[in-house]
């Protein structure tokens, strides 16, 4: 098990190496599409960005975009993940553009997981991406597979689907995917034109739980089924998903880099909706190594409540408040600072993984332990004073451990 001691540096970083994409998706949170003619990631920087991540003990850098597979850097970070050990590389792709040429080059990549993003069966694929794009996907992962047998599905959850995802679950059981993941639309890129007639509403949250809860039993063992909704309920155990950890509970924990080489911390922002200025500098100007091993700024995230409201627009939201959200989010774009003030009262569970600790279980401790007995290459440990981070390369979920607990685990990662 690799363990680092540096746990104040990020978790994650998100790279969006380009804007540009081959579809034009109504709930794009980056609001990506074919006349993207603007930044992207230089191929040459890409490397740097690796490095740093290794070096800092981040577990996980994700590729995304836009569509990535549209990218001209894909040559040069397929040289570049060579070099990761500590940190995992993941990929998120339509899954439209797995050509020949495409699958030798991801095959060179050291990939440890692919996500696609497919929307339901067939006939509600197709009415968002368009006619023929549910069996191209499906191609593309089945030759995907080839590359990396480590395959998750997402899917955006809207009034659409909310009912009728399981059919896409047991399809994706069939070809061979291990997880499917669902997330709500948010308001941010392409939806903030296009929302309240297709984001879900409050009681269709309830319901998408209620299926998940009574789905999940009789699914495979080891396949894992999530729904992003972790603002609207109390944390159950120390265990989450990757993003839900580093999107919705422990905000600003990752950081986004932008096509434009802007490096911005997350505890304001949702999909690629800035509400303040997070900025902490640029990879076209400095080393991302050196910008992340400063003192991270403090800013302090929305309480659960308040992001409720913003993101995806229940509980009582109001069109006041809609309209400081689209003023914040054009004041970040041009240049301004947004909305700065931090909250009167803060939830430290928000910021301190370790302020769960006597209020939060860990479930899976028991199956843990066995898990890094029997292949303790397969984790990543980040160990603090106060808390440590267990980072899982298969499942991408990290748990939160005590001192005790970490002491434990690592001694019989060596056992």
Avoid at 119 to 133: Q, T
Avoid at 283 to 307: A, C, G, M, Q, R
Avoid at 311 to 322: C, E, R
Avoid at 373 to 384: I, K, T, V
């Amino acid at each position: 098990m690799a363990v680092t001691t540096n746990p104040a540096t990020p978790v994650r970083i998100v790279v969006d190496v380009t804007r540009r994409c081959n579809l034009s998706c109504y709930y794009c949170h980056s609001a990506s599409g074919p006349t993207y003619r603007g930044p992207a990631i230089a191929g040459s920087r890409i490397g740097s960005i690796l490095d740093a991540a290794e070096r800092l003990g981040v577990f996980e850098v994700t590729i995304t975009g836009g569509e990535p597979l549209m990218w001209d850097g894909l040559a040069d970070l397929a040289e570049a993940s060579k070099n990761l050990n500590f940190t995992s590389l993941q990929l998120i792709t339509n899954a439209t553009l797995v050509t020949d040429r495409m699958l030798d080059l991801l095959s060179s990549t050291k990939f440890r997981r692919i996500c696609v993003s497919i929307d339901g069966p067939e006939d509600l694929h197709d009415a968002v991406r368009g006619p023929g794009r549910f069996a191209k996907t499906m191609e593309g992962i089945a030759r995907l597979r080839r590359v990396v047998d480590n395959l998750t599905a997402i899917t955006v959850v809207d009034r659409r689907n909310y009912i009728r995802w399981p059919e896409l679950t047991q399809i994706l059981l069939g070809a061979g995917v291990k997880q499917h993941h669902l997330t709500p639309v948010c308001f941010a890129g392409h939806a903030m034109e296009q929302y309240d007639d297709r984001a879900l509403r409050d009681t269709d949250y309830e319901t998408v739980v209620d299926i998940l809860e009574r789905l999940s039993p009789t699914l495979p063992l080891g396949f894992i089924t999530s729904f992003k909704d972790g603002l609207l309920r109390p944390i159950a155990e120390r265990s989450f998903t990757l993003s839900g950890f580093t999107c919705e509970y422990f905000k600003g924990h990752h950081v986004v880099i932008q096509p434009t080489g802007k490096v911005q911390r997350a505890a304001r922002a949702w999909g690629r909706t800035w509400r303040a200025d997070e900025s902490v500098g640029n990879i076209n100007h400095d080393d991302l190594y050196d910008i992340l091993s400063n003192e991270p700024p403090t800013l302090v995230p929305l309480d659960f409540s308040e992001e409720m409201q913003r993101k995806y627009h229940i509980k009582d939201v109001t069109t006041v408040v809609v309209g400081h959200d689209l003023m914040d989010v054009e004041a970040v774009a041009t240049g301004g600072k947004g909305d700065l003030s931090d909250p009167e009262e803060v939830d430290q569970t928000r910021i301190r993984p370790a302020a769960l600790l006597n209020k939060v279980p860990l479930l899976r401790y028991d199956s843990l332990l066995t898990g890094v007995s029997r292949d303790p290459q397969r984790y990543r440990l980040r160990s603090g004073e106060d808390a440590s981070l267990l980072f899982d390369t298969e499942t991408f979920e990290i748990h939160i451990l005590s001192p005790i607990e970490a002491q434990t685990i690592s001694a019989e990662a060596v056992a």
